[in-house]
């Protein structure tokens, strides 16, 4: 064997874990027949817990790639890596709450989430277009599995033969992308393609054609971040779907969406100077006004979409392909600012939009229904559950001091910095429009009276889990100085090869 | 003399002609074969493609990968068709309605 491989392999602890976790939780399913729901739940959550820790270590690691050229090992890798195992983690612990799930027979669950979140460290790290491929389908053949998983509920059903269409056409058009940008370089490794691009092999007929490829791959993205006008799969499969997937789908594959669409795009198809902190794209492909168009469509589209939406998973999809349009923000001033606004975004976004969820768990557990109309008087019933949905829904909207303010403050600094005052205009006005919606349900459960008057008794693991997303959302500024770090150190790409 | 550009004609018609397939079809199976005429398209690309400019073997090893890839999605698909076609006796796209709004 190629000694580098076995050199690379220890800077693959992440993944390795995953695997093995994953593995094992199969074998702990069959072997432990009695016990199999509290086996596979501590051997998946072991199994994360150990990726998360094994994967600290490696912010502080040469940043390089593995196996040859294939996937990056930079801190902005890592740093999703930490995001996603986090995120895989907090859905985990959300599950054994969950009536809707099959609580007898959730192996399986177990398997397929460790293994979509496998997928998604592969695809945040990728810096080959054979892996972004691979790792792409990975991540949506374990989800729509997922999103199927409840197998005698026919919403659930059609929610997941609705993303698997959707998702199938989208990674085909990729791939067609992905060849005809091959063609062009002869080259599938990312840096490679900026390489042969800044080189100047762009004749009229050549840029005309990079640019359909460059589209056709933005679809591939566009649909694993719920983008405008890949998004139609979104609020189907959000209302469809159990809420932990939701939940999960709403945060996580959307961040690896965005981390493998950075990895491309300041990678493959733009180039910085060495240690600079700006990028600059190649003349002939002018992807920053598609992104722009895509950004400014999605977050109108998501807000209008929301204010009229009756159901709470419904409106949750459209808020959440709303914070993508703002998130896509960030991408497109093609500096380091806007990178870190990104991850900053994200960072606030998972807590606060895991915690709705897992609120809105809680209340289907007790009332059987996600229609606002049945949210009305929650207060009385159970005023913790309606005062932290109100800090979330706060926070989502962006009102100071919560956590969702700070993300949108510096994606809007960092189209303002990016001479696009405009653009930050519009993103403003968006998030005006949010208030609607938001403060619509906060009403709904504060002020309505409603008509069942028993009150919630809710089980004490759910009181922790909710307040582990509630802590962040209302005290993430307490260290703003450390996040403000973290971040900065996270936004180094490795270009190489 | 076969060249470069009849490949990319074929493979084009392909790819159009499973774009077709996905958006007029009604029945479930018949979208899946749309996309298999979208994968294969890309195959046949990507082999032109290292066969006649590239002048590496990367986008024959590439279509190796995305039939393997492609076989795995037919599982999982039809998998998911099948589950359908349990709950409501029915493949038909049309009959997949109760999520809306």
């Known amino acids: 064997m190629n000694p580098q491989i076995l050199l690379d392999l220890r800077q693959f602890y992440p993944e390795l874990i995953l695997t093995a976790a994953l593995l094992c939780v199969i074998i702990g399913d069959l072997a432990f027949p009695r016990q199999r729901r509290s086996v596979t739940f501590f051997l998946s959550a072991l199994g994360l817990a150990l990726a998360f820790s094994f994967s600290l270590p490696l912010f502080s690691a040469p940043a390089g790639t593995l196996f040859f050229g294939v996937v990056a090992l930079d801190p902005l890798a890592v740093f999703f890596k930490l995001f996603l195992i986090l995120t895989s983690l907090f859905v985990l612990l959300a599950v054994p709450g969950c009536k809707e799930m099959p609580q007898k027979s959730l192996g399986e669950f177990h398997t397929l ?40 509920n026919r919403q659930s059903n059609e929610a997941s033969l609705k993303y698997l269409l959707f998702g199938a056409v989208a990674t085909g058009a990729m791939l067609y992308g992905m060849t005809i940008l091959y063609g062009l370089t002869g080259t599938t490794k990312l840096a490679g393609i900026r390489e042969v691009l800044a080189a100047g092999i762009t004749t009229g007929d050549n840029a005309v054609m990079l640019f359909i490829a460059t589209i056709l791959v933005l679809a591939g993205f566009g649909f694993k971040t719920a983008a405008v006008p890949f998004h139609f799969w979104c609020p189907d499969v959000y209302a469809g779907a159990a809420t932990p997937v939701t939940a999960f789908l709403s945060v996580a594959p959307k961040a690896a969406g965005f981390a493998a669409l950075i990895r491309f795009f300041f990678t493959g198809l733009s180039t910085s100077p060495v240690n600079a902190d700006y990028w600059s794209q190649f003349s002939f492909i002018n992807w920053q006004y598609v992104f722009i168009a895509v950004s400014i469509l999605t977050m109108t589209f998501g807000n209008i979409a929301a204010l009229r939406q009756s159901n709470m998973k419904r409106l949750l999809a459209y808020s959440s392909i709303a914070h993508a349009g703002y998130i896509f923000m960030g991408a497109v001033v093609l500096t380091s600012q806007g990178l870190q606004s990104i991850l900053i975004y994200l960072i606030t976004y998972l807590f606060m939009n895991l915690g709705a969820f897992f609120i809105v768990i809680e209340i289907f557990n007790r009332t059987d229904s996600f229609d606002l109309e049945d949210y009305r008087g929650i207060r009385r019933r159970s005023p913790f559950l309606s005062y932290a949905m109100a800090v979330f829904m706060f926070s989502l909207m962006g009102i100071p001091p919560l956590a969702g303010f700070w993300g949108k403050l510096y994606v809007f600094a960092a189209a303002v910095n990016g001479d696009l005052i405009w653009y930050a205009a519009i993103g403003a006005l968006n998030s005006v429009i949010a208030v609607y919606y938001y403060a619509r349900v906060i009403k709904t459960m504060l002020i309505d009276e409603g008509e069942g008057a028993a009150r919630f008794s809710i089980p004490w693991t759910s009181y922790v889990l909710v307040w582990i997303m509630l802590l962040p959302t209302i005290g993430l500024m307490l260290f703003w100085n450390q996040i403000e770090r973290i971040t900065a150190d996270s936004v180094k790409l490795f270009l190489g090869n | 003399m076969i060249g470069l550009g009849h490949y990319l004609i074929i493979s084009a018609a392909l790819f159009s002609l499973g774009i077709m397939c996905v958006l007029t079809r009604k029945n479930a199976v018949n979208v899946l074969m749309g996309i298999e005429l979208i994968l294969n398209s890309a195959n046949l690309n990507l082999v032109a493609f290292s066969k006649f400019s590239a002048g590496n073997i990367e986008g024959q090893i590439f279509s190796i990968f995305i039939i393997v890839v492609a076989a795995a999605e037919a599982a999982v698909a039809l998998a998911i068709v099948l589950a359908m076609y349990r709950l409501i006796k029915s493949v038909n796209l049309d009959r997949a309605d109760t999520l809306k709004g």
């Open chain 1, 113 to 152: 989430l460790l293994g979509v979140t496998l997928g998604m460290l592969l695809l945040a790290s990728s810096m080959d277009m054979l892996m972004l491929y691979l790792s792409l389908e990975m991540v949506s053949l374990g989800s729509y599995i997922m999103v199927g998983y409840l197998k005698n």
